[in-house]
């Protein structure tokens, strides 16, 4: 069994090599911390979302 060889070639889509050299000059500016304001707001985020599934696990648990 005889099989031609394809030449298959793989591009980018032109919408994301348009956003290469951008994100190539994002990580040259090294490493910056996370602003308070945003850890806050992550923080916050996680408490609230534990708070929540802890009310709906203590809402419908099995006593009635």
């Known amino acids: 069994m ?3 060889k394809m030449k298959i ?4 889509p ?7 050299p951008a994100e190539e000059v994002h990580e040259e500016t ?3 911390r996370t602003p308070f304001f945003f850890r806050l707001l992550l ?3 996680y408490i609230l979302s534990g708070l929540a ?6 809402k419908y648990s099995a006593h009635p």
């Not at 032109?14 to 290469?20: F, H, N, T």
């Not at 599934?53 to 203590?58: L, S």
């Open 14 to 20: 032109q919408y994301l090599a348009a956003k290469e």
């Open 30 to 32: 090294g490493e910056k």
């Open 53 to 58: 599934i802890w009310y709906v696990y203590q």
């Open 9 to 12: 070639e793989i591009r980018k």
């Open 2 to 4: 005889n099989v031609p």
């Open 43 to 45: 923080f916050a985020t």
